[in-house]
């Protein structure tokens, strides 16, 4: 007896071992962030809000897109924030305008959209045409209507720490730290990428302080850009606790630049010809499978940010729509002239 009770306390010893090998194994790989899962999250949330505000009594929230060209990219963005206005219960339109059109035409349509009462939000597909400017574009939506966060005048409050609309991806990512529960408060972070409609704006979401008005993240941000030499990259990101990828490089972060266990947001969506089968398909910033042996988390492309810009855009429209109480037409155009 003495001799089978050894053996079973062997066996109950090499099963235990065996499980914290299985255990270790699996620690080893990246949790895989799920944007479309948390996406789902914020749809969720947004629904709710819609028919709180219409039960209210209010007129249910409306979306304006205005889409000028034929890019085809543009076109398949566009129908996927209206699937998903129409998912949550935000009525919208899409505006088509022939890639002719002259700014100043299109500066008269934004105008009229801006006074129209039945418009809460309104956006501007980007990219536009060359010979219109953007930035012009994007300063002559009002502010209050302004759901993709790009007038100069939502800019400067989220720089201020002000409560505003906040650009859809940068917001987006930031969600996708927070709900994941990634710690920010003091950690190094790099943002790989400094345009002005998703690099700037993430690295201010996270450096800028989480007691004021529009809380921040208190992290230590670092920001690279073409200019920044590869080497001098990977030693700020291989001691980042979180690296955000906004280049627009494909296979910019790999695995030996990451330390291990850090969180790494990929931002960027590149379309390149896959060598197997000779199609094309998106890709982004991150070399996804070398960085998932060594990262904590990591954001899949397609699948990950992606799906949350929608979502926080469906946030910006009920957000547009309170504002619209409080701000007549004659005040907006006011402000968009400003």
Not at 130 to 155: Q, S, Y
Not at 178 to 203: E, F
């Amino acid at each position: 007896m003495a001799a089978v009770r050894t053996l079973r306390k062997l066996c109950q010893r090499a099963q235990l071992q065996i499980c914290q090998l299985h255990t270790t194994a699996a620690r080893s790989e990246a949790v895989v962030i799920s944007g479309r899962k948390l996406a789902r999250q914020i749809r969720d949330e947004v629904r709710a809000d819609v028919e709180k505000w219409v039960l209210a009594g209010n007129r249910r929230p409306h979306l304006s897109v205005l889409l000028v060209g034929d890019n085809a990219a543009s076109h398949s963005y566009v129908l996927n924030k209206t699937r998903a206005a129409s998912d949550v219960g935000i009525s919208s339109e899409t505006i088509l305008k022939h890639s002719s059109i002259s700014e100043e035409e299109l500066l008269d349509v934004i105008d009229k959209l801006n006074t129209d009462h039945r418009v809460d939000g309104l956006l501007v597909q980007l990219p536009l045409p060359e010979h219109i400017d953007e930035r012009t574009v994007c300063n002559a939506v009002a502010p209050t209507k302004d759901v993709d966060g790009f007038h100069v005048v939502n800019v400067g409050r989220m720089c201020l720490d002000q409560s505003t609309m906040l650009p859809a991806t940068p917001w987006g990512v930031w969600e996708i730290i927070k709900r994941t529960g990634i710690p920010t408060l003091g950690k190094n972070v790099v943002v790989a990428g400094r345009s002005k409609n998703v690099g700037m704006p993430i690295a201010m979401l996270l450096h800028t302080d989480g007691r004021h008005e529009r809380p921040g993240g208190d992290a230590t941000v670092t920001i690279s850009h073409r200019y920044t030499p590869k080497e001098q990259l990977r030693q700020h990101t291989q001691i980042a606790d979180i690296v955000v990828a906004a280049a627009g490089i494909p296979n910019l972060i790999t695995a030996d630049m990451i330390k291990e266990g850090a969180a790494v947001i990929d931002v960027g969506i590149n379309r390149v010809q896959d060598p197997v089968t000779g199609k094309s398909r998106l890709v982004g910033d991150v070399d996804f499978e070398g960085v998932r042996q060594k990262a904590g988390f990591i954001t899949p492309v397609p699948g990950g940010v992606g799906p949350m810009t929608v979502a926080m855009l469906m946030k910006n429209t009920v957000k547009a729509a309170s504002n619209s109480l409080r701000c007549p037409p004659e005040r907006l155009r006011m402000a968009a002239a400003s």
